[in-house]
């Protein structure tokens, strides 16, 4: 079945289409939409509010969508990494993270990315296709700790802001009434940020934003990022300026420290610069190494002295401690490439 007849991902105006299409009465979308989201079910059949005639109809046009993970890692530290079937016999990876007072689970949105970060193994994959809304949404819905989870990230596969649509129809599933109900502070969406798409992220959603900055000098970030050459993050903050961010809602940039590049004064100081007036936070992450990069691991005292050095300056900043490491669940390391992208 193609992704038009998975009932899974679709929103309550999409459900409204499906219903009206059957001859089903309008009530039927909120109930279908409960059932889809608020519960946890493996056949249109067992929609018992709906009449046999409406589950019979459903089931003849329409499945369910779901699709349970294939593969699970564990790690040392409690980190769980999960290997999700998508479209096409692709594959996409999500990590769960539990700790102390929070449960999140890290979402992928694309299998693959076509920006090519030298530091994301993700990127080094290259591009083969989008996910749909109801498989960005599986992956917590056939997730064995669903009922634990209390934040979600969408910082996985992928660049969120590249598949802007099914994101967003995503985000609306979660955070509705008719859907999971979700508080949009519980959800973050990271972007290396795309110019146009960052002001309409934040126009029509109410989760927050994390950008990924990495380095404040153009010349740096285009040497690891290739998206500053169409993107510049000049472009970017100007977007972010140029909303109105309530009290509520958090920017964040998330900066990967690498070792003797990118974390100096000079460069603590240029942060504060391109950050002023923008109330956020910045995420420091000790870069985790790829194969055959030459880029290198910082040392833990080289960060915290430079989290230091950014707090003196007035940049809020924290240290993003890595979960996951040992199974590959880390930060840049989430990659579907050794499988060929495809189902054995």
Same mark, same amino acid.
């Given at each position: ?70 593969? $699970? ?34 979402? !992928? ?183 055959? !990069? ?22 809020? !900043? ?9 199974? !590959? $669940? ?12 495809? $189902?054995?």
């Amino acid at each position: 079945m193609n992704r038009n007849d998975a009932l899974f991902g679709k929103t309550e105006s999409e459900l409204l289409e499906v219903s009206n299409k059957l001859g089903m009465p309008r009530y039927a979308a909120k109930q279908i939409a409960g059932w889809l989201y608020k519960k946890k079910i493996l056949s249109v059949d067992e929609m018992t509010n709906l009449s046999a005639v409406s589950r019979k109809k459903l089931g003849k046009e329409y499945d369910l969508g779901l699709s349970g993970f294939s593969e $699970a890692r564990v790690s040392s530290d409690g980190t769980k990494k999960y290997l999700f079937p998508v479209q096409n016999g692709m594959f996409v990876e999500a990590a769960y993270i539990p700790e102390r007072n929070r449960n999140t689970l890290c979402l !992928s949105t694309q299998v693959g990315c076509r920006w090519g970060c030298d530091f994301c193994m993700t990127g080094k994959q290259g591009f083969t296709g989008n996910l749909s809304a109801g498989e960005i949404i599986n992956q917590l819905q056939s997730l064995p700790e669903k009922e634990n989870v209390t934040n979600i990230v969408y910082m996985g596969m992928g660049e969120p802001l590249d598949n802007l649509e099914e994101v967003l129809k995503s985000l609306e599933i979660l955070t509705s009434e008719w859907g999971y109900a979700m508080s949009p502070r519980r959800i973050t969406v990271s972007t290396i940020g795309i110019t146009g798409k960052v002001s309409r992220f934040l126009k029509e959603s109410n989760c927050h934003l994390a950008v990924s900055l990495h380095t404040p000098f153009e010349d740096e970030r285009m040497s690891i990022m290739p998206v500053e050459k169409v993107h510049p993050l000049e472009k970017v903050l100007e977007e972010i300026r140029g909303f109105d961010i309530d009290n509520q809602r958090r920017i964040s940039f998330e900066y990967i420290v690498f070792g003797d590049m990118n974390h100096s004064n000079r460069h603590a100081s240029k942060l504060a610069e391109i950050l002023k007036g923008i109330k956020c936070r910045i995420n420091l992450i000790p870069y985790n190494p790829l194969p055959g !990069s030459t880029l290198e691991e910082p040392y833990s005292e080289a960060v915290e002295k430079f989290r230091d050095t950014l707090i003196k300056k007035g940049v809020f !900043s924290t240290i993003r401690k890595s979960r996951g490491r040992d199974i !590959s $669940a880390a930060c840049g390391l989430l990659s579907t490439k050794n499988r060929g992208d495809r $189902a054995e």
